[in-house]
C-alpha cells in the first residue's frame, strides 16, 4: 500500500503520542519500572481493535496481541479474512497489570483495575482521534466501558450489535462492534458458538459498510 501524505501524519502524530506517553508513564510508575506497550499496525486503518491490557508476552516484545493471544487472534482475523498489517490493534489499559502470589512469588495477570482504567483512557481516545477509524471492535468487558464511557454496559446485554459512541471531550463520534474477549472463550467453552456467530455478523457488517 503507497504510503500516502495522510498516513504518514497520522503515523507521526502515533509516534510523538507513543513518546509523550512513555514519559507521562515513566513518572507515574517510576518505582514500578512497568512497561507501556502502545497500539501497532496501520495508522491508516478502517478497523481498529480494542483489547483489554497486555499480558507477560506483549511486555516482552512490547507489542500487543502477541504469544497465545496473538494466536487466538490471528484465528479471529482469518475468519474475517483480515490481514494483523492491514488494521490497527491496541488495549484500553496500555501495562500488563500483575499480582503476585505471596507465598511462591509467582507473578500473574489480573483484570486492570479502576485506577489503571482511568490513567489509560485519555491515550485511548488520543489514538482512536488520531486514526479515526471506520468500526472500532471491542474484545470483551473493559474497553467496552471504557469507549461507550458507561461503566454499567456487560458484553453479554451488547456484543455482536453496532453502537454509536461519542469519544473524549470532543465527542468524536465513531461506531463501535462489541464482541466477547477471544481468551473467553477458553475459560467459557459454552461461549464459544455465540462468540463464532458474532464474528460472522461482523464480518457482514463489515462487507455492508465497505470496508471488507
Ligand atoms: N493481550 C493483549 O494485548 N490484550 C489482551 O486483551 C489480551 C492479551
Not at 493471544?69 to 488495549?91: C, H, P, Q, S, V
Not at 488520531?130 to 474497553?143: A, F, H, T
Request: aromatic share 6%; glycine share 8%.
Amino acid at each position: 500500500m503507497p504510503v500516502s501524505r495522510k498516513t504518514s501524519r497520522k503515523a507521526k502524530q502515533l509516534q510523538k503520542l507513543r513518546q509523550e506517553s512513555i514519559s507521562f508513564f515513566k513518572e507515574i510508575y517510576k518505582d514500578e519500572g512497568k512497561v507501556l506497550v502502545f497500539g501497532e499496525g496501520n495508522p491508516d486503518a478502517p478497523l481498529v481493535l480494542v483489547g483489554e491490557a497486555p499480558g507477560h508476552q506483549e511486555v516482552v516484545q512490547q507489542r500487543p496481541f502477541v504469544g497465545q493471544a496473538g494466536e487466538n487472534l490471528n484465528k479471529f482475523l482469518g475468519i474475517l479474512g483480515i490481514k494483523r498489517e492491514d488494521i490497527y490493534i491496541t488495549n484500553a489499559v496500555k501495562f500488563r497489570p500483575t499480582k503476585v502470589d505471596t507465598t511462591t512469588g509467582r507473578v500473574s495477570n489480573r483484570p486492570p483495575n479502576r485506577e489503571e482504567i482511568e490513567l489509560c483512557r485519555g491515550l485511548l481516545y488520543n489514538e482512536l482521534s488520531i486514526i479515526r477509524p471506520v468500526l472500532v471492535v471491542s474484545l470483551g468487558n473493559i474497553p467496552l466501558k471504557v469507549l461507550t464511557d458507561d461503566n454499567k454496559i456487560a458484553i453479554g446485554q451488547v456484543h455482536g450489535t453496532p453502537i454509536e459512541i461519542a469519544i473524549g471531550e470532543e465527542g468524536l463520534k465513531m461506531t463501535l462492534f462489541p464482541l466477547y474477549h477471544p481468551a473467553s472463550i477458553i475459560y467459557r467453552p459454552q461461549l464459544k458458538e455465540i462468540y463464532l456467530e458474532d464474528v460472522k455478523r461482523l464480518k457482514r457488517y463489515l462487507q455492508d459498510i465497505g470496508v471488507l
